[in-house]
């Protein structure tokens, strides 16, 4: 006998083989559902162990598209979840609806896998009957069906019948596998029993028996959800080669939709990973207080910038501002007043720049801007117009009372790859405003050189 073990637990796999390979059975292991099913490695299987948790496609999925099936395989085989611990009520319950016949924990030992499992390898013990395809056949006549019934019984398929006129209650009662309708004289009656069996919800795979003529009725027949007939006389292989392909239809659309369903969970799950990611990042590199990008953001963009300069010359300007006697609007007002003065300011600076300009608090009241392709001059006027526009626009506290911050400016461009060296000129020219009575923009000077 076969026994195929789907699991990504080798140690279990090995237990498995010591308890029967020397019995003379044969141990098939694949690591996952999804390769299972791509690779229809159940034929010639006699029992089923699969990992009840698997991503994407755990084990109580994949056993209920199994039991989902139209083939007699499926529907009798034994098949097994696998645990590492007891189930859950609710687990017990899933494994119920899949139609599982039990399941094993994982470290069972070699003594419980015979016990368990040996009685239905060896023959002794079989999986309760459940029948094969349920087929419906109507309007056609009492030797029809029993001539159909004849061909295919012993196949595993199941045959009922009812007339034109109850063809709805017994579709949805009975919720055929597929669906067989007779043709009367020029295909009138089976078109209006499709279209109102169609109306009232998804059809089976309907064929046709009997002969059609009118190449418009064909048409008609065809738009309103046929998608095969048979005409007579009805032999055997004809019969069973056709329903075989509506099975085979069935079990197509089953996994199709299995699949979507499979992909639509990875596309949300990926989707919300992608969400949670950008917000990540934008906590890791936002300063909480202001909204602006922070410290950590400064340093990578400013050396992603001085890169891009090194290689391509494409220049860029670094302006380093502070707020000036901000510890007096800490000390007068309070520490909520200095964070209302911040917060103010950055939003100053924001709506002051291009879209692809960068701001950033460096530190306490220490600010930085990276403008992207713009030289000396341009820059200095960027920091000229800030200074300007927020030495002329007091701010208001949420006590109402105005206060009248200013900032100084310093202001460079890249003369080398290094970092430490362009901040350390740019930070020298702030200083050199600072020095000069604040609220001014300073250059900064060129690199000596020998």
Same mark, same amino acid.
């Given at each position: 006998?076969?026994?195929?073990?789907?699991?990504?637990?080798?140690?279990?796999?090995?237990?498995?083989?010591?308890?029967?390979?020397?019995?003379?059975?044969?141990?098939?292991?694949?690591?996952?559902?999804?390769?299972?099913?791509?690779?229809?490695?159940?034929?010639?299987?006699?029992?089923?162990?699969?990992?009840?948790?698997?991503?994407?496609?755990?084990?109580?999925?994949?056993?209920?598209?199994?039991?989902?099936?139209? $083939?007699?395989?499926?529907?009798?085989?034994?098949?097994?979840?696998?645990?590492?611990?007891?189930?859950?009520?609710?687990?017990?319950?899933?494994?119920?609806?899949?139609?599982?016949?039990?399941?094993?924990?994982?470290?069972?030992?070699?003594?419980?896998?015979?016990?368990?499992?040996?009685?239905?390898?060896?023959?002794?013990?079989?999986?309760?009957?459940?029948?094969?395809?349920?087929?419906?056949?109507?309007?056609? $006549?009492?030797?029809?069906?029993?001539?159909?019934?004849?061909?295919?019984?012993?196949?595993?398929?199941?045959?009922?019948?009812?007339?034109?006129?109850?063809?709805?209650?017994?579709?949805?009662?009975?919720?055929?596998?597929?669906?067989?309708?007779?043709?009367?004289?020029?295909?009138?009656?089976?078109?209006?029993?499709?279209?109102?069996?169609?109306?009232?919800?998804?059809?089976?795979?309907?064929?046709?028996?009997?002969?059609?003529?009118?190449?418009?009725?064909? $048409?008609?027949?065809?738009?309103?959800?046929?998608?095969?007939?048979?005409?007579?006389?009805?032999?055997?292989?004809?019969?069973?080669?056709?329903?075989?392909?509506?099975?085979?239809?069935?079990?197509?659309?089953?996994?199709?939709?299995?699949?979507? @369903?499979?992909?639509?969970?990875?596309?949300?799950?990926?989707?919300?990973?992608?969400?949670?990611?950008?917000?990540?990042?934008?906590?890791?590199? @936002?300063?909480?207080?202001?909204?602006?990008?922070?410290?950590?953001?400064?340093?990578?963009?400013?050396?992603?910038?001085?890169? @891009?300069?090194?290689?391509?010359?494409?220049?860029?300007?670094?302006?380093?501002?502070?707020?000036?006697?901000?510890?007096?609007?800490?000390?007068?007002?309070?520490?909520?007043?200095?964070?209302?003065?911040?917060?103010?300011?950055?939003?100053?600076?924001?709506?002051?720049?291009?879209?692809?300009?960068?701001?950033?608090?460096?530190?306490?009241?220490?600010?930085?801007?990276?403008?992207?392709? @713009?030289?000396?001059?341009?820059?200095?006027?960027?920091?000229?117009?800030?200074?300007?526009?927020?030495?002329?626009?007091?701010?208001?506290?949420?006590?109402?009372?105005?206060?009248?911050?200013?900032?100084?400016?310093?202001?460079?461009?890249?003369?080398?790859?290094?970092?430490?060296?362009?901040?350390?000129?740019?930070?020298?020219?702030?200083?050199?405003?600072?020095?000069?009575?604040?609220?001014?923009?300073?250059?900064?000077?060129?690199?000596?050189?020998?």
């Amino acid at each position: 006998m076969k026994l195929l073990a789907i699991t990504r637990h080798d140690s279990f796999v090995e237990r498995l083989r010591m308890a029967f390979e020397g019995a003379g059975h044969t141990i098939a292991h694949l690591p996952d559902p999804l390769q299972a099913l791509a690779t229809e490695a159940w034929d010639e299987a006699h029992l089923i162990l699969v990992d009840a948790e698997s991503e994407p496609l755990d084990g109580y999925r994949f056993t209920r598209l199994l039991r989902g099936e139209t $083939r007699n395989l499926f529907h009798n085989l034994p098949l097994f979840v696998l645990s590492k611990k007891p189930l859950s009520a609710a687990q017990m319950r899933r494994m119920k609806e899949a139609r599982a016949d039990g399941y094993l924990l994982l470290d069972a030992s070699i003594q419980r896998l015979i016990h368990r499992l040996g009685p239905l390898l060896e023959g002794t013990a079989v999986r309760p009957k459940d029948g094969g395809a349920h087929i419906l056949a109507i309007g056609m $006549r009492a030797d029809q069906v029993r001539r159909i019934e004849s061909h295919i019984t012993h196949f595993g398929f199941k045959v009922s019948h009812a007339p034109y006129s109850e063809a709805l209650p017994h579709v949805k009662e009975r919720r055929p596998d597929l669906l067989l309708l007779g043709s009367d004289a020029n295909g009138s009656r089976a078109l209006n029993t499709l279209e109102t069996l169609a109306a009232k919800g998804p059809l089976p795979y309907t064929l046709l028996v009997g002969a059609v003529h009118e190449e418009a009725m064909q $048409r008609s027949l065809l738009h309103a959800g046929l998608q095969d007939w048979i005409q007579p006389p009805l032999s055997g292989p004809r019969l069973l080669h056709a329903l075989r392909r509506g099975l085979e239809w069935k079990r197509v659309r089953r996994i199709q939709a299995e699949y979507e @369903t499979m992909v639509h969970d990875l596309q949300e799950r990926r989707r919300m990973l992608e969400i949670e990611a950008s917000a990540l990042r934008t906590e890791v590199l @936002t300063d909480p207080l202001t909204g602006l990008l922070n410290r950590r953001s400064f340093d990578q963009n400013l050396e992603s910038q001085l890169n @891009t300069w090194a290689r391509h010359k494409r220049p860029f300007v670094l302006i380093l501002c502070d707020v000036d006697h901000f510890k007096l609007v800490n000390d007068r007002f309070g520490h909520p007043a200095g964070d209302t003065v911040l917060q103010g300011l950055a939003d100053r600076i924001r709506t002051s720049l291009r879209r692809s300009d960068l701001a950033f608090r460096i530190g306490g009241e220490e600010f930085a801007l990276i403008l992207p392709e @713009t030289g000396l001059a341009s820059g200095a006027e960027v920091a000229e117009k800030l200074r300007k526009r927020i030495d002329g626009d007091p701010l208001e506290l949420p006590s109402g009372q105005p206060v009248f911050p200013s900032m100084s400016f310093g202001v460079g461009v890249p003369e080398s790859p290094i970092v430490d060296e362009l901040v350390g000129r740019v930070d020298m020219a702030l200083y050199a405003a600072k020095q000069s009575g604040r609220n001014q923009v300073k250059f900064a000077e060129a690199e000596s050189r020998s």
